[in-house]
């Protein structure tokens, strides 16, 4: 880290340099906790009102609830660790998450060995090979080989409906994985890269065989680990409405940033910053482009005074206008939120052309209830207690072949200048599954590079 003038020019007050972070979800405010306990002064910068991102909430009768579906899955140790280190170890709880299929007009649960069994779309040899693929077993040629799928770069390049049928079966493919693809990534998903749905497979947590799988969830939604991050960091070095709009550089480094916010323009002098936000944000502050094509998502949450259905997470292969619904309380229970069944309706967007994104609020909702009693004929407007809708260009990645290629390093000194690091959607965490997790992740790697190159007390 270089030396730096240790002052803040900002209407004509000076105080002591921070390292500026920009951007206030969990990313940012990862990399500013681990900065700060490691004993660094820091200042985030988050352009909208509210941090925590897309783990934004609602509120309803009781706890509230994330405007966009979360929760967490075994393999996603760094978020746990981080919530044990923030003392809410004990307010993650495992619980199932019942899994269903929407075709032809039937609910088919899908946890259970026996219910897996009896799904009458598939063969008894197309279940054998699609069981085979999830517990990353490769038995083509008849040899079981366990090894086959360990490194994901191998698949980086190979289309995923090639991959899947010559690792299982056409029908697997067609009757199984190609409609939730079409929902996922929708005109895209003849580009998605089959290390995508390798990284998915491994992913996905633990199973209980007589349940289903084991997600997590914390005890008052997500946003209590968004709140101890802001108070761990400390609420007066997290500024809200305050957009970066320039990062300043000189000699090859970083030297400023200069934020807009409601009491005017100021810039800051700093030695070194994490852009903990989207790849376009990057590219408009210090010219650094990113290849990397992202989806956005139109995603509702309905209140209603009785159930929908009595699984979680429904997929759908019908021409239906969201791509799932999520109910959030056959997962968590409904007395939580004072006796509210919360629904979530979402579809992913590749272009935003499509109808459904240039729809106001109100068409959006009738859309789903329009859709919902396709679906569920017996389901009755009547029960509806409230509908809000939010949506987000850039939600996800699409993890089209050559990913790896495009994404963004964590340590930007040779591509932009020293000091400058990257912990937004587009780095090497969140793939091949995006995650608060990878946020996590991604906040930490930078931080442990600014701390690997100088201590604190040369700040």
């Known amino acids: 880290m270089r030396p730096a003038d240790h002052n803040i020019h900002s209407g004509g007050t000076e105080t002591q340099v921070m390292i500026g972070i920009v951007g206030g979800g969990i990313a940012g405010l990862a990399a500013a906790y681990r900065l700060q306990e490691a004993g660094h002064e820091v200042r985030v910068f988050e352009a909208s009102s509210s941090v925590g991102g897309l783990a934004a909430t609602y509120e309803t009768r009781g706890d509230r609830i994330e405007k966009f579906y979360h929760h967490l899955s075994k393999s996603e140790e ?19 998450g019942k899994n269903a299929y929407y075709v032809d007009g039937v609910v088919h649960p899908m946890d259970r060995p026996w219910e897996i069994l009896a799904y009458p779309h598939l063969s008894l040899y197309d279940k054998f090979r699609l069981a085979m693929l999830t517990q990353e ?49 929708g005109s895209r998903k003849d580009e998605v890269s089959a290390a995508w749905l390798l990284g998915r497979v491994k992913f996905r947590g633990e199973r209980d065989l007589l349940r289903g799988e084991l997600l997590g969830y914390f005890e008052g939604g997500f946003h209590r680990l968004v709140d101890a991050l802001v108070d761990a960091v400390g609420r007066e070095h997290v500024e809200t409405g305050a957009r970066v709009t320039d990062v300043g550089i000189a000699g090859g480094a970083v030297d400023s940033l200069t934020v807009e916010a409601a009491s005017g323009t100021a810039t800051h002098s700093i030695d070194d910053v994490v852009v903990a936000a989207m790849p376009n944000v990057l590219e408009d502050l210090t010219g650094c482009s990113c290849g990397i094509d992202f989806q956005g998502t139109v995603c509702s949450v309905l209140s209603l005074a009785e159930p929908l259905m009595d699984t979680y997470w429904l997929n759908i292969a019908d021409d239906a206008p969201f791509g799932a619904l999520i109910e959030h309380t056959n997962f968590v229970p409904a007395e939580r939120y004072g006796g509210e069944h919360l629904l979530y309706a979402v579809s992913y967007i590749q272009d935003p052309d499509k109808e459904l994104w240039r729809m106001d609020d109100d068409g959006v909702e009738e859309a789903w209830l329009a859709g919902i009693e396709d679906l569920f004929p017996e389901f009755d407007r009547g029960s509806v207690n409230w509908i809000e809708t939010a949506r987000n260009p850039r939600t996800a990645p699409v993890y089209e072949r050559g990913y790896l290629d495009m994404v963004i390093p964590y340590d930007l000194g040779s591509e932009v200048a020293t000091g400058v690091y990257y912990a937004g959607m587009a780095s090497r965490a969140q793939y091949p599954e995006r995650s608060l997790n990878g946020g996590i992740v991604a906040g930490f790697a930078c931080a442990d590079r600014i701390l690997s190159s100088t201590p604190p007390g040369l700040v």
């Open 137 to 185: 077993v490769d038995v083509r040629g008849g040899v079981p080989q366990f090894d086959t799928y360990d490194d994901l770069r191998e698949f980086e390049d190979v289309p995923i409906e090639e991959f899947v049928v010559g690792h299982t079966t056409r029908g697997v493919y067609e009757n199984f994985f190609e409609p939730l693809l079409e929902a996922k990534f």
């Open 78 to 96: 760094t978020i746990v660790d981080l919530a044990e280190e923030l003392g809410l170890g004990n307010a993650i709880e495992w619980r199932v």
